[in-house]
């Protein structure tokens, strides 16, 4: 079963690793414009990713979502169907959704609903 801590997890990590992506290829252009003697003729691109607002739809697991997996910080799992095909066919007083925008400027804000 998905894990949604997992699921954010992997959504930030994706996120930091697509910024570190773009700072290489920045890095790497300016090293070719700089061996190339055109460095002060052109433009550097760069990629900043900003405010950036992701909407998770979730439903916690039949089994009552809690699992008997604690983790290091001593909070219990929470075992979550993601699945589309699966939230679907769910009454939607059973689905949840849960916003996450991430800002290079304010860091990370959590809003549930």
């Known amino acids: 079963m998905t894990k949604l801590q997992d699921v954010i997890a992997s959504v930030l990590r ?3 690793s697509a910024q570190h992506e773009a700072n290489l290829l920045t890095e790497a252009l300016a090293e070719q414009y700089e061996g190339a003697g055109v460095i002060h003729q052109l433009n550097l691109p760069a ?15 039949s089994d009552g979502g809690q699992t008997d997996e604690i983790s290091e910080d001593g909070i219990q799992s929470m075992d979550v169907i993601v699945d589309a095909d699966r939230l679907a066919v769910l009454p ?17 804000k959590i809003t549930e609903s």
């Open 14 to 16: 994706d996120v930091l």
């Open 47 to 61: 990629v900043t990713i900003g405010d950036m607002e992701i909407t998770f739809r979730f439903a916690i697991d």
């Open 92 to 108: 939607e007083s059973a689905v949840h959704s849960l916003s996450l925008k991430v800002s290079p400027q304010d860091s990370v």
